[in-house]
C-alpha cells in the first residue's frame, strides 16, 4: 500500500456522509428505473400466485429450475460478503477499511433476494411457516399444524442455516454500524431524522470503554459468523447431494466445491460493488487501485482453487464410469443449448477473468475489474444452471423420463427482480447509512505516516 | 445533591490528557470524568483508566442457550410427534447435528451482540454534556459528570487545560429554563 493522502477528520466526516445528507442527482431516477424492474417481476409472482407455477418453466421431471439457480447464486454472492469482511477484520489487514461494510451489505440484501427465491418456487407459499417449529397453539387455526418440522430433511436444514446466517448478518452490520449512525445523528441538523438517528445510536457518545466494544466485538461476532458461513453453503449443497437419485448432485465434494464457488463469485461481488460506488460517489480518495489490487491477487487464488474442485468434481463422477453419469457428462459439454453455456461458463467463470487478472495493470484498474467480475458472476449462474437442470433432465435408460427445461417469462422477470432488488438495496442504504465506514477511516488516517527511506517517501501504518 | 455535567472541548490530544491529570489532582475520582472521540484511540493516550471488558463470556452464555434450544427442536419436537419416516429412526443423530451447530452460533451472535450493548453501557437515554463536534470534527470531549456544587471548578479546570469551549449539561439547562434563568450553555 504505498499511496497515501491525508485527510482531516471533517473532510472524512463530509465525504463520506454526502450520499446520505443529500441525495444525488441520479439517485431518484436510478432506484425509479430499479423499481420499476422490481414492479414487473412482482406483476409476475401475483400472476404466479393467482394461476399456480404452470406459469413457470418447471415440469416434470425437472422441478427445479432458475428459482433454485438464483437461490444458490445470492446464497453464493451473499458468502463472500461476510467472509471478506471478517476475514480482513480477524487479521487486521489494514486495506479493509473501506471495504468491509460494502461487503457486509452485500451479504444483507443477497440473503433477502436468495431467500425471495424460495416463496417464489413453493407452490403454496402462505405455508412457509410451516418450516419453523411453532407450537399449535400460536396457529391453531390451522388443522395440519399438529406435526413438528422433520428435522432429518435438508429442507428443513436450509432454512435453519440461511435464517442463522440472515440473523447474524443483521446483528453484525448494526454493530458495527452504530458509530457511524451516531456520527450521522450529529450531522443531521433536525427533523425526524434526527430522531430515528437518535434511536438507531443508543446514545453513543465514543467513550474509550465503547471503542474497546467496538474493537473487539467485531472480532467476536467474526469469529463466530466464519462458522455460520461455512455451514450455510454445505447445507445449500446437501439439498442436492445428499440425494441419491439424481446423477451429478450425489457428490461428497459438493460442500467444499460450493464454499469455494460462493467465494469466487462473493468476492467478485465485492469487487463489482467497490468499482460501483467508486464511480457513483466519487470515493477514490478512499477506494484506491491499491485496493483492487490486494482483492485481484485474492481473487486469482480462489479462482484456481474452484477450478481444481470443478475438475475434482468431474474426475470422481466419471471415474466410476456409470452409464447415467456418463450421459449427463455427455448432455453438458457436447448436446446444445447446455453444451454453448458449458463453454460460456467456463470462459466468463474462469478462463477470461483469471487469465486478465494475471496482469497488474488489470488489477488496478477499477473500469476492468468491475467487467472482469460481472463476468465471473455470469459464469457462476451458469454453473449452478448447469448442475440442477441438466441434472434433472434424467438422461436414463428409461428415455421415456427424459425432460428439458426452459425458463419462462415470470421467472425471468423474477430473476431480475433479484439483481434489481440487491442493486437498490444497497443505493438506499448507501442514502441512509455511510457504506464506507468514516469512524475506521478516521482511525486508519490516524496512524498512518509517510516515513522517509533514502530518497523514498514511504507510506508506513503504525499498529499499536 | 443530583449530578451535573459539564463537557471541555479540545481539539489536541495532550491538552485533554492534561485535562484529567487536572482532575485528578483536584480529588476528582476516575468514575466522575471521561473522555469522548470521534475515533478509536490507543488506550491510555488520555491517561485514562483502563475500562475491563467481560464481552468474551457471552458467546458462550450463547451457545448454552442455543444448544438447549436445538434440543428442544430437534428431540423434543421428534418425541412430543413420534412420526417414523422412511425407516429412520425418529432420533436421528447425524442431521440432527446441523441443527445443534446452527442453533448454537445463532444464541452464540445474539447474545453477543446484547453483551456488546451491555459492555458499551448502551441504551444511553441521557446523553448529559455532549457536542456533535466530537463526532463530526474531531473535536476530543472530557466530560465531568458530580454533584451540582463541584461542576464550576472541574469546568475552570477544563478550561486552564485548554478546553476551545465548555458547555453544560442539558440537565442544568432545564432547571434553569424552569426557573426562568438564561442558558448557562457556552459551547
Known amino acids: 500500500m504505498q499511496e497515501h493522502q491525508q485527510l482531516s477528520d471533517s473532510e472524512i466526516t463530509e465525504d463520506l456522509t454526502a450520499p446520505v445528507i443529500r441525495s444525488a442527482r441520479w439517485f431518484w431516477s436510478f432506484v425509479g428505473s430499479l423499481g420499476f424492474i422490481m414492479l414487473v417481476g412482482i406483476s409476475g409472482y401475483i400472476y404466479e400466485l393467482y394461476s399456480g407455477l404452470g406459469v413457470t418453466g418447471v415440469q416434470r421431471p425437472v422441478y427445479w429450475g432458475a428459482y433454485i439457480t438464483n437461490f444458490v447464486f445470492w446464497i453464493g454472492i451473499s458468502h463472500a460478503g461476510i467472509m471478506v469482511s471478517a476475514i480482513l477484520r480477524l487479521t487486521q489487514a489494514e486495506w479493509k477499511r473501506p471495504i468491509t461494510r460494502a461487503a457486509e451489505v452485500l451479504t444483507l440484501f443477497s440473503l433477502i433476494a436468495a431467500l425471495s427465491n424460495i416463496l417464489f418456487h413453493v407452490g403454496r407459499p402462505w405455508r412457509i411457516y410451516w418450516i419453523t417449529p411453532l407450537p399449535p397453539i400460536f396457529i391453531g387455526f390451522d388443522f395440519a399444524r399438529g406435526i413438528w418440522p422433520n428435522v432429518r430433511s435438508p429442507f428443513v436444514w436450509d432454512p435453519v442455516a440461511v435464517g442463522t446466517y440472515l440473523l447474524s448478518t443483521i446483528l453484525f452490520v448494526y454493530t458495527c454500524l452504530i458509530p457511524d449512525i451516531a456520527l450521522v445523528r450529529d450531522k443531521v441538523k433536525s427533523g425526524p431524522a434526527k430522531i430515528v438517528y437518535s434511536i438507531l445510536a443508543l446514545g453513543f457518545r465514543g467513550t474509550p470503554r465503547q471503542w474497546k466494544v467496538q474493537a473487539t466485538a467485531p472480532i467476536l461476532l467474526s469469529a463466530l459468523v466464519l462458522p455460520i458461513f461455512v455451514s450455510v453453503h454445505s447445507i445449500v449443497s446437501w439439498d442436492f447431494a445428499v440425494s441419491i437419485a439424481v446423477e451429478g448432485w450425489h457428490s461428497t ?56 474442485a470443478l475438475f475434482l468434481e468431474w474426475i470422481y463422477a466419471l471415474y466410476p464410469l456409470e452409464d447415467p453419469e456418463i450421459a449427463l457428462r455427455n448432455m453438458q459439454v457436447s448436446q446444445p443449448p447446455w453444451s454453448y453455456l458449458f463453454i460460456v461458463f467456463l470462459l466468463t467463470g474462469f478462463f477470461i477473468p483469471v487469465s486478465a487478472w494475471l496482469f497488474k495493470s488489470v488489477r488496478r484498474n477499477p473500469m476492468w475489474m468491475f467487467f472482469t467480475t460481472i463476468l465471473v458472476n455470469i459464469g457462476m449462474w451458469l454453473e449452478r444452471f448447469l448442475i440442477i437442470v441438466p441434472g434433472l433432465s434424467r438422461r436414463t435408460e428409461l428415455s421415456f423420463n427424459w425432460g428439458s427445461y426452459a425458463p419462462s417469462l415470470v421467472e425471468i422477470g423474477l430473476v431480475a427482480f433479484t439483481f434489481a432488488f440487491v442493486i437498490c438495496g444497497i443505493i438506499v442504504f448507501a442514502r441512509i447509512f455511510p457504506l464506507i465506514p468514516p469512524f475506521d477511516i478516521k482511525e486508519g488516517m490516524r496512524f498512518r505516516h509517510v516515513i522517509k527511506i533514502g530518497k523514498k517517501n514511504i507510506s508506513a501504518v503504525v499498529r499499536e | 445533591m443530583a449530578n451535573k455535567s459539564v463537557l471541555g472541548l479540545f481539539i489536541d490530544e495532550n491538552e485533554a490528557g492534561d485535562a484529567l491529570s487536572s482532575l485528578r489532582k483536584a480529588k476528582y475520582q476516575d468514575n466522575e470524568f471521561e473522555v469522548m472521540t470521534g475515533t478509536p484511540y490507543p488506550h491510555g493516550t488520555f491517561g485514562e483508566a483502563h475500562p475491563k471488558l467481560r464481552l468474551h463470556r457471552f458467546p458462550i452464555f450463547g451457545a448454552v442457550i442455543g444448544f438447549t434450544v436445538a434440543l428442544i427442536i430437534t428431540v423434543g419436537t421428534q418425541l412430543a410427534y413420534p412420526l417414523v419416516t422412511g425407516g429412520k429412526p425418529v432420533l436421528s443423530i447425524p442431521p440432527m447435528l446441523v441443527i445443534f451447530y446452527e442453533m448454537t452460533l445463532l444464541f452464540s451472535v445474539i447474545v453477543t451482540v446484547f453483551g456488546a450493548l451491555f459492555e458499551s453501557r448502551l441504551p444511553k437515554i441521557f446523553m448529559g454534556a455532549y457536542d456533535e463536534r466530537i463526532m463530526t470534527e474531531g473535536y476530543i470531549g472530557v466530560v465531568v459528570t458530580v454533584p451540582i456544587d463541584r461542576i464550576s471548578k472541574a469546568e475552570e479546570i477544563l478550561k486552564k487545560s485548554g478546553a476551545e469551549s465548555t458547555k453544560r449539561g442539558w440537565e442544568e439547562e432545564r432547571i434553569l429554563k424552569k426557573s426562568g434563568a438564561k442558558s448557562t450553555k457556552r459551547g
Do not use: E, N, Q
Open chain 1, 253 to 308: 465434494i459438493f460442500a467444499p466445491y460450493f464454499i469455494i464457488g460462493a467465494i469466487h463469485s462473493g468476492v467478485s461481488g465485492v469487487v463489482t460493488l467497490m468499482a460501483g460506488l467508486l464511480w457513483l460517489y466519487k470515493l477514490d480518495k478512499y477506494i484506491k487501485p491499491d485496493h483492487f489490487d490486494a482483492i485481484g491477487r485474492l481473487l486469482v487464488v480462489v479462482a484456481t482453487i474452484w477450478f481444481f
